[in-house]
């Protein structure tokens, strides 16, 4: 069973960036395909990213498309989310998981708060 600890929020100006980071825990970390989710104030939680378990195949949503970048390290059972150019709508609680989500492995998420 995995285990996940997202990491990584905070305040930023619309522009800035910041670099999420989702630390697992389980032996077969490496065997899945990972995702970043997020769900804003009064709204369904959403996809935004995906890597499959080598990572050398990512995809994105729309909405982050050429602004975020999803990325894995296998060594250190660890994936990324690097996020440029953030906009206000951006702002949210960014949570990961497998791809398809496992239920028990929701995690505490990590807050983002983009100001205008």
């Known amino acids: 069973q995995v285990q996940l600890v997202e990491s990584g929020g905070g305040l930023v100006q619309a522009g800035g960036s910041l670099r999420l980071s989702c630390a697992a825990s389980g032996r077969t970390f490496s065997s899945y395909a990972m995702g970043w989710f997020r769900q804003a104030p009064g709204k369904e939680r959403e996809f935004v990213a995906v890597i499959n378990w080598s990572g050398r195949s990512t995809y994105y949503a729309d909405s982050v498309k050429g602004r975020f970048t999803i990325s894995r390290d296998n060594a250190k059972n660890t994936v990324y989310l690097q996020m440029n150019s953030l906009k206000p709508e951006d702002t949210a609680v960014y949570y990961c998981?497998?791809?398809?989500?496992?239920?028990?492995?929701w995690g505490q998420g990590t807050q983002v708060t983009v100001s205008s």
């Open positions: 998981n497998t791809n398809p989500p496992t239920p028990q492995a």
